[in-house]
């Protein structure tokens, strides 16, 4: 027992050790390592950015998701702005709130078709039968004990197109569950989508990556302006004057955002369904107002609550 604790004890204080070591090596170059010794830093240490996660699962789908991003990171650096730490720290967080309101997105919409849609929602003149008649389904899969109307399946597919974005593999499987629709067919549907409105997601990415810089520019400037000394009272004023129109810019580009419609329009379900746009108007007014339960109503609050928060986050 005395061997294992010391054991232990000596393995604590080696990675402490190069915990130090790296972090030295980081502070005192501009750039260090390639790609690679990076990814193994951030993998290995993650509170050496200051990189807070709930579980290891968490950061293990962080790491896969930020590996295929690194290289935009680390070709973005610019040594004349910050230094290297401070911008990989900066930068690292930045992807991290991304990340986590992405994943939130995602558990919003798993909330609104596991409790709400399959269970909860009962639409009245209709002859409720089984979802998994006519079909191969195993009946040991979830939501073969429930009803679900013909007309509730349509209107769970526009549903599932206007939430095209944050649809991931659980939640097509749920859908097609629900509803006996192909998963194929539905890639296919959601693909032609979201090539419809791929001109407003590069503007969104742009006004992104324009927000990004302005971010780290105020981070900089709120740097700068902790080390001034009390003598120094022009430069002091300068900084907080350059610091407001930054943030006064930044406003403006949320509202930019915030204008810009994010989700793809009933027009186009209607055609890529084949169905008449007042089918799509319908539904979605009767989802958002008549039911009882006002799932997709649930979803947009939790969207709008966690774009709030990130907000709230940044410098």
Known sequence: MYREKENAKNKFSADDDLYRVLKKQLTSHKKTGN?????????????????????????????????????????????RISSFYIFLNNTLNFYLRNYKKFANRKKAAMYAFMYDSGKSIIIENTEPRLFYE???????????TSFVPDKLKLWLIILGLKCADYLDGDLKYKLCSITGFEETHLDNLIGTLKESYKTR??????????????????????????NTTFDETEELEKLKTRLSEYKIRQQKILQRLNQIKKTPSNKKIAEILNIEKGTVDYAMRVMLEDSGTGFYNKFCDKIRHEDLLSQQQYP
């Open 35 to 79: 790609k690679w010794e990076i990814f193994e830093l951030i993998k290995r240490f993650p509170k050496l950015f200051c990189l807070n996660f709930q579980d290891p699962e968490e950061q293990a789908n962080f790491n896969d998701w930020i590996e295929e991003k690194l290289d935009t990171i680390l070709n973005s650096y610019n040594p």
């Open 134 to 144: 006519n079909t191969a389904a195993d009946p040991t899969a979830p939501y073969l």
């Open 201 to 226: 997601q590069a503007k969104i990415e742009g006004l992104k990556e324009i927000l990004y810089k302005y971010y780290i520019k105020t981070y900089n400037i709120q740097y700068q302006i902790k």
